[in-house]
């Protein structure tokens, strides 16, 4: 009986792994690339935003004159920076 046991453990050693079959959504998509997709769409859309937001963060600045910065342009500020580190955090999961 041990023998038997032996044999088996040795015989599933041997045989090739396979990796489990990649997740599909219930469409039969590949749940990886539609998640690449997905951050894709999102993120070109979080340029476009930080576009717009910079433009106008910079014309308010240039309209200002005096040395004060407006607490909207903080908001701008950070909504930019927000926006850019969620854009960095989606490509470094493509690497």
Same mark, same amino acid.
Do not use: C, W
């Given at each position: 009986m041990a023998t038997y046991a032996l044999t088996v453990l040795l015989l599933l050693q041997t045989l090739p792994q396979q990796e489990p079959p990649e997740p599909r959504l219930p469409d039969g998509k590949s749940r990886t690339l539609a998640i690449l997709q997905h951050d894709y769409e999102k993120s070109k859309q979080d340029v476009s935003e930080i576009i717009k937001l910079?433009?106008?963060?910079? +014309? =308010? !600045? =240039?309209?200002?004159?005096?040395? &004060? &910065?407006? &607490?909207?342009? !903080? +908001? %701008?500020? =950070? %909504? !930019? =920076?927000k926006l850019s580190k969620n854009i960095k955090k989606r490509f470094r999961r493509l690497r």
């Amino acid at each position: 009986m041990a023998t038997y046991a032996l044999t088996v453990l040795l015989l599933l050693q041997t045989l090739p792994q396979q990796e489990p079959p990649e997740p599909r959504l219930p469409d039969g998509k590949s749940r990886t690339l539609a998640i690449l997709q997905h951050d894709y769409e999102k993120s070109k859309q979080d340029v476009s935003e930080i576009i717009k937001l910079a433009q106008e963060l910079q +014309r =308010e !600045i =240039e309209r200002n004159e005096q040395f &004060v &910065v407006d &607490v909207d342009s !903080i +908001r %701008k500020a =950070e %909504k !930019i =920076e927000k926006l850019s580190k969620n854009i960095k955090k989606r490509f470094r999961r493509l690497r």
